[in-house]
């Protein structure tokens, strides 16, 4: 009893960070979910069921699960949020070679992101 109120603890706690995850734009959603996943699968399958069908996290385990592909309305938001971000940032730093940092890591993410937006996604299956 014990293992599965630490198993349930855990994945409230990696729940709490899976929505700080899809609110903020540098940290991850989909690996803290993935973990809660898991640990209410070994604590308790009702939360693991409220988990993976929920219409906020549920798509991010899914697709996680099914290739990891992204929707491709999300990816596009998380490519404008990440631009507006980087580029705000380049604009207040003085130093050039951290702007151009910058904007080489943001264009690598938005890439990155593209290519994972493409195929079928968990909404198509």
Known sequence: MITRVLFAAGGL????????????????????????AYCFARSFPSLHNWLVTH?????????????????????????????????????????????VLLLVIAAGVSIFLERRSRGRTVEQS
């Open 13 to 36: 706690v990696c729940v709490g960070l899976g929505v700080l995850g899809i609110l903020l734009p540098g940290l991850p959603a989909t690996p803290f979910l993935l973990v809660a």
């Open 55 to 99: 219409r906020w996290f549920g798509p991010y385990i899914r697709g996680a699960r099914a290739g990891w592909r992204i929707p491709r309305r999300q990816a596009l938001q998380t490519i404008a949020v990440l631009w507006i971000s980087m580029g705000v940032s380049a604009w207040l730093v003085d130093r050039w070679w951290v702007r």
